[in-house]
């Protein structure tokens, strides 16, 4: 069984688990003593053993008293063995507290007795319930420090239970314990004999523990196709749901593609049948086309197959969410681009509260609406955790932004498809007598961005070169005429500007566009939209100063005494380019002189078929 002890900051998760360990007498004689010359350095329990230390392993932990990152521990008694999640209480650290809850059975929320259900608590409860985990032991710890009050129990018993009724737990079994003392963890104590329930280690023993994942649809995620030869082609993954034995229907759920299974192989040999939670490597009957990332099922109980959805989602970047930006978006073995196109409403933990929002912060939970750049077989994640929980990752820093509950996917679309043209890109381009791409001017506001461009498409259509330019401003009088300053605005003014240039580009045209694109997310974004070689970073390098002395709209001015908020340099972030295809130096060259450069850049690239002047 696995479980996971979570609550406010100092309730006692990590004694708790110390606690269980040395009862159960699974601490070695080696580690008993250096437990006992720790305890001496960063114990808090003055000249007893501080069990806390068992856990907390992390010099961070110790020096603080508090726990940092997810500890896992693992133990058994005669009836069962158990893995256990150790989790932080602080809020910065809810993420990880996510992780360890997220391959949980059952969570051990602690409560202080002497504080009662704290935000905290309700967070972690929420999460718990958001990750799918149905049972729930409540355990009131510190119940030594409020004399053994049967009151004080029974209030928060009472308080935890009502706040609990939308989290759709199928089992809450509240304990009166101490982790300090061993009250309650795993012998009765006879300081509590109004409670006349199991002790922690025995409900821990007794409560069902199935996940019911035999008996779920079968689905089997292809992590790696072996080809070790030329005579064998398997696919590798382990089974995340229901059974298989050779003989039997499946189907490639993305493709539709059906074949039979022919041999179940691993190291040991062939199987008979394979269930949930076995590593195997499936060989089919038919040559089936199958990569890594591919979803393996039964026919009559296929998963969705969708590239939007619905899902839930809790954030854990410092970096907040911004509805439109393109993230990558892992399910199983399968990596896809993806994008939030709706920030549907922020959810209040404490009141469950549906509250309006543009963007999401660290550790908020919200519900959202996912697009994927290529179909995804899924299921909800109340039904299979390994097929419905994905993470997004920031495309910049590689980190995990988020992790997500899939609720359903969003049918809306699925009559859409794509309609074949007649006439591609490359022959609207060559009867243009050029290749399609984006020169993108980035840079402040003042810095030079217009002037350039207007001189570059100017001297463009004098050749007869096809173009079409796109400016900040112009755009915002009908496009983006809804949109503000926000940083939440300015990221979607930008997806909305990156598919019209690209539409332009489909159209074999040169497309010119002047934009401030403070963000360098939102600037890869438009990259990513078009082929390699099609998008061109010019940098119109101009320093602040400089855009202010100039300041033709007198916007640095109003903007210096607050009349315009959110403006980039002044009250918002301008993220500069690292590498950008060209970079214009306006302080050193006049304005005709870099239009030159950007004429010379292209010709070079082989956008356009010779140079002039």
Request: net charge negative; proline share 4%.
């Amino acid at each position: 069984m696995r479980f996971i002890t979570c609550g406010s900051v100092d309730d006692g998760k990590s004694t708790l688990i110390g606690r269980l360990l040395y009862d159960t007498r699974l601490i070695f004689d080696d580690q008993l003593s250096a437990l006992e010359r720790d305890s001496r350095k960063y114990g808090t329990t003055g000249p007893a053993i501080d069990l806390a230390l068992l856990v907390d392993g992390l010099e961070a932990e110790r020096e603080q008293g508090i726990t940092i990152d997810v500890a896992y521990r693992y133990f058994a008694t005669e009836k069962r063995s158990f893995i256990v999640a150790d989790t932080p209480g602080h809020e910065q650290y809810t993420r990880n507290m996510a992780t360890g809850a997220s391959t949980a059975d059952l969570a051990v929320i602690l409560v202080d007795a002497r504080k009662g259900i704290l935000t905290q608590t309700r967070r972690h409860s929420f999460i718990c319930s958001a990750l799918g985990i149905r049972r729930v032991a409540v355990a009131v710890n510190k119940i030594d420090l409020v004399d053994y009050s049967h009151v004080a129990f029974a209030e928060i018993e009472a308080g935890y239970r009502a706040f609990a009724e939308k989290l759709g737990f199928t089992e809450i079994a509240a304990i009166p314990l101490s982790a300090l003392t061993g009250a309650n963890v795993t012998a009765a104590s006879p300081e509590t004999p109004w409670y006349r329930g199991p002790t922690l280690l025995e409900h821990l023993e007794e409560v069902e523990a199935a996940s019911g994942l035999r008996d779920a649809p079968m689905r089997f995620p292809v992590q790696w196709v072996n080809r070790p030869n030329l005579d064998f082609r398997g696919f590798a993954g382990t089974l995340a749901s229901g059974s298989v034995r050779p003989g039997d229907a499946i189907v490639v759920a993305g493709s539709g593609r059906t074949s039979r299974v022919a041999r179940i192989v691993t190291m040991e040999g062939d199987r008979e049948a394979a269930v949930a939670g076995d590593s195997v490597t499936l060989t089919l009957e038919d040559e089936v086309d199958v990569a890594r990332g591919d979803v393996l099922a039964h026919p009559e109980t296929r998963p969705e197959v969708s590239n939007q959805f619905a899902a839930k989602l809790i954030w854990m970047d410092e970096e907040p969410l911004y509805p439109g930006r393109s993230y990558l978006l892992k399910l199983a073995a399968r990596t896809v681009p993806a994008t939030v196109t709706a920030l549907k409403y922020k959810i209040d933990v404490n009141s469950f509260d549906q509250l309006a929002a543009k963007t999401l912060g660290l550790n908020e939970i919200a519900e959202v609406n996912v697009e994927t750049g290529a179909a995804l077989a899924f299921d909800a994640y109340a039904d299979n955790r390994d097929t419905g929980g994905f993470i997004l990752i920031d495309r910049e820093s590689n980190a995990t932004a988020a992790a997500g509950m899939i609720l359903h996917g969003l049918r809306r679309a699925t009559n859409i498809h794509r309609h074949a043209s007649a006439v591609d890109r490359e022959t609207r381009a060559a009867l243009k007598r050029q290749r399609p791409a984006i020169l993108w001017f980035t840079g402040l506001s003042g810095s030079g961005k217009s002037t350039i461009a207007n001189l570059v498409e100017k001297r463009l259509a004098l050749a007869g070169q096809h173009t079409m330019l796109l400016d900040g401003d112009n755009v915002r009088h009908g496009l983006n005429k809804d949109l503000g300053f926000t940083d939440a605005d300015r990221v979607e003014n930008i997806r909305r500007v990156g598919e019209v240039a690209k539409l332009f580009v489909e159209a074999g045209t040169l497309t010119i566009c002047c934009f401030i694109s403070p963000f360098e997310a939102e600037r890869e974004l438009v990259r990513s939209l078009v082929g390699e070689g099609e998008f061109l970073e010019i940098f119109v390098d101009t320093p602040l100063a400089v855009c202010e002395a100039r300041d033709p709209k007198g916007l640095y001015a109003r903007a210096r005494a607050g009349q315009i908020p959110n403006f980039t340099g002044v009250s918002s972030p301008y993220e500069r380019p690292q590498t950008p295809d060209l970079l214009l130096d306006t302080t050193q060259h006049a304005p005709e002189q870099l239009a030159q450069q950007v004429i010379d850049l292209i010709t070079q690239k082989g956008l356009i078929q010779a140079a002039f002047g």
